[in-house]
């Protein structure tokens, strides 16, 4: 019973780390990477589908991205739907083909962002504070109803901790990497 909760905590915390590196991803580090424009939403026909789904996202240049959609008729609704983005970046389009030349990014912008991975850490951890607590009170709920004896409550809580401590510490690892590549010039 113990190992169950266990392992739906290693689950939901290993969950937290892949929501992490997806939010991270989708930080700008002054290399073009098609991460960037997952999150960007096109309205087409009165549907909205996500970029990467309408078109193929290349990386040509260290400083651009190309898109080529694969209908062509797209391309104007995703040239709306990038000026609409928090990006920043004015897309350039041929017709055929739209590229975003990715700016050098400031030092300025370079320590916001930063700070901005920090608090993104942040919330992480938090996530996977939370999932401890929520598997902490399962095992103080089994011991209080005589499903488990208090030895085997007091392993699983260590267990739980051990469990804890090496997420947080991936946690840690994925926000400085993340830094140090923004901060590289």
Do not use: C, W
């Amino acid at each position: 019973m113990i190992r169950e909760v266990l392992q739906d905590a290693e689950s939901r915390m290993r969950g937290a780390i892949t929501s992490l590196e997806a939010d991270l991803a989708a930080f700008r580090t002054g290399r073009a990477s098609p991460h960037l424009l997952d999150k960007i939403i096109v309205e087409m026909y009165g549907v909205e589908m996500p970029l990467n789904q309408m078109a193929v996202i290349s990386v040509p240049e260290p400083q651009q991205l190309a898109i080529r959609p694969y209908d062509g008729k797209a391309i104007s609704s995703i040239e709306r739907a990038l000026l609409k983005s928090d990006l920043g970046i004015m897309p350039n389009n041929d017709g055929k083909i739209i590229r975003l030349n990715l700016p050098r990014l400031s030092e300025e912008r370079r320590r916001d962002l930063s700070r901005l991975v920090g608090k993104r850490v942040e919330e992480g951890k938090v996530a996977v504070r939370n999932v401890r607590r929520d598997a902490l009170n399962d095992l103080r709920e089994m011991e209080k109803e005589k499903m488990v004896s208090e030895d085997e409550f007091f392993r699983g809580q260590d267990s739980l901790q051990e469990l804890t401590d090496k997420y947080t510490k991936e946690i840690d690892v994925i926000g400085e990497k993340k830094e140090a590549e923004i901060m590289e010039v």
